[in-house]
């Protein structure tokens, strides 16, 4: 309570401050020739942010960081000087010739710079109404044209409007990580991306451990993330073409939204709350067991509502049954039934799942599902297919190797049509398969295994007796 009190006495002193020295305060934009002090700020055109100094709670550092200007609670939505702090209240922050934001301090040397590999006559530093602060050439509006952008270079938060992605023509991938500790905004362990490789889906990871996907971009949302949904306050967007691929989203109203990565490597998107002033959580991922990437290894099934997490696809089983019983889920299953290309595979339809990694997929627009089995059950290589977009209702979406990340979502997960040998599959093409449908060993440990031993035996007195009717046939 004491940290909030601070806070709202150091804004005061801020508003006083900036009441006293009129030059910096009341403008969004700074020229060559001018500068701002620890404890001038500049606001952006419409009142919704405010760049300046300031010290996260808990430390004494100074940092040059953005915050919202009408929202009560402190808020810092960017920082330049992440992991080189001010010890003291004499910074200084100018943009020089030819186009670089600078932060100098007490004794003059420049501790923080932003970069450029472009020189204009005449640069100025302004920050937009969105939060974006940008370095540009005089009155230029366009973008495109800009020589540098805080939403190029993003903090822990991702506000509407940032690309969060990759662009293909600069070489650059905007993403966002998380600070190290509430205290300190040093670059943290975690970092959200969108991933390009083969299809579009979110990530957050560790260092290059994967910690979190999001499931591949459907058309309407992720396939992973069901509480993602059309609502009145942001609209969101998958854009894909030749020069870049980026997640974006924006306001559609007047309730503030921001989406941040948590120093322990929570994804979290909050709402503003105006009648209690408070942030709300609007939501947040990972949020279950069945969030953590790859936990039931290939061709596993993860559900929540079980006890013991992960189960087999049904056709699937343990690859290590023992191990698998031990809760060693990582490596995962394989089919009951070898797959024999060369003498015919057809398909079986999962319903009711996150879609796995698509890091090894690739797509086909416009084409129907039928179209889509065709072309997979031509390369012996492929091993699943799914609508792309199911807003549309067409396009392939195409896996090669193992089939990981699977997450039991009944109520609105999709179908995925999985290659099976001939023997296995049955293709219930336009009927509606079971939902989330997965052998599950969900007894204890024990009777887990007694279980699948005598499974085992069912199957194999079963398999027997239908090569014994084949015989018998032919
Ligand atoms: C730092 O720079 C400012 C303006 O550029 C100058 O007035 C001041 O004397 C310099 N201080 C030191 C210690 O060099
Ligand atoms: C200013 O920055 C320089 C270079 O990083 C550093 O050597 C110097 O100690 C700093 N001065 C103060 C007073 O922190
Ligand atoms: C600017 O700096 C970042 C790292 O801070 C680097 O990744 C990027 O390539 C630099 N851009 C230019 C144009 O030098
Ligand atoms: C939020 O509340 C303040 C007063 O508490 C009011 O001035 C402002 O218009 C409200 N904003 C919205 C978007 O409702
Ligand atoms: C993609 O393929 C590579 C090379 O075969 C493999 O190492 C990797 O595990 C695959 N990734 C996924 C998600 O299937
Ligand atoms: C996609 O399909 C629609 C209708 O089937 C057709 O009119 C359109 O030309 C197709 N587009 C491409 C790029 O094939
Ligand atoms: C099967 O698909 C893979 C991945 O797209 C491709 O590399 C391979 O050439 C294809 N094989 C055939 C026989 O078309």
Request: hydrophobic share 35%.
């Amino acid at each position: 309570m004491k940290k909030s009190v601070n806070d709202i006495l150091l804004l005061f002193l801020l508003s006083v401050l900036c009441l006293t020295q009129k030059i910096a305060c009341l403008t969004d934009t700074l020229t060559a020739t001018q500068f701002i002090k620890d404890g001038e700020t500049i606001i952006s055109a419409g009142g919704s942010f405010e760049l300046g100094f300031f010290s996260p709670s808990l430390s004494t550092n100074r940092y040059v960081g953005i915050w919202y200007k009408k929202i009560s609670i402190p808020t810092v939505v960017w920082v330049a000087n992440r992991e080189v702090p001010l010890t003291s209240t004499s910074g200084v922050l100018e943009v020089i010739k030819p186009g670089l934001l600078v932060l100098r301090n007490d004794t003059n040397n420049t501790i923080w710079s932003s970069n450029s590999s472009t020189s204009v006559p005449n640069p100025v530093l302004q920050l937009l109404e969105t939060g974006n602060l940008v370095v540009k050439d005089g009155n230029q509006e366009d973008p495109e044209m800009f020589q540098w952008q805080s939403f190029d270079y993003p903090t822990d938060t991702f506000l509407p409007g940032m690309k969060l992605g990759h662009n293909f023509v600069t070489g650059l991938e905007v993403y966002i990580s998380s600070w190290k500790s509430f205290e300190d905004p040093a670059p943290g362990k975690y970092t959200y991306h969108c991933d390009p490789t083969g299809y579009p889906q979110n990530f957050v990871k560790m260092g290059s451990s994967l910690q979190f996907r999001t499931g591949p971009w459907n058309g309407l949302g992720f396939s992973g993330v069901p509480s993602l949904q059309r609502n009145p306050i942001f609209s969101y967007e998958v854009v894909m073409n030749s020069k870049e691929v980026y997640y974006t989203y924006k306001l559609l109203g007047s309730t503030s939204t921001r989406f941040t990565l948590s120093p322990t490597g929570v994804g979290q998107r909050w709402t503003w709350d105006n009648q209690t002033g408070s942030w709300i959580i609007y939501l947040s991922a990972p949020n279950d067991n069945c969030d953590s990437y790859g936990l039931c290894g290939a061709y596993g099934g993860c559900d929540t509502e079980n006890s013991q997490i992960c189960g087999c696809l049904d056709k699937f089983s343990p690859k290590y049954p023992d191990k698998w019983a031990n809760r060693d889920w990582s490596n995962g299953c394989i089919r009951n039934v070898a797959l024999d290309c060369q003498s015919g595979d057809g398909f079986t339809k999962y319903s009711g799942f996150k879609l796995p990694d698509t890091h090894n997929s690739s797509y086909n627009t416009n084409t129907s599902l039928e179209e889509c089995r065709r072309i997979c059950l031509k390369n012996c290589s492929c091993t699943a297919y799914s609508t792309l977009d199911i807003s549309s209702g067409s396009g392939c979406l195409f896996w090669f190797g193992d089939l990981i990340d699977m997450k039991v979502i009944s109520a609105a997960g999709q179908d995925i049509y999985i290659r099976m040998a001939s023997s296995e599959s049955v293709f219930l093409h336009g009927s509606s398969g079971k939902k989330g449908k997965m052998l599950v060993i969900s007894l204890s440990l024990l009777l887990g295994m007694v279980l699948l031993g005598s499974l085992n035996l069912i199957l194999y007195l079963r398999r027997r007796k239908s090569k014994f009717q084949k015989q018998k046939n032919a």
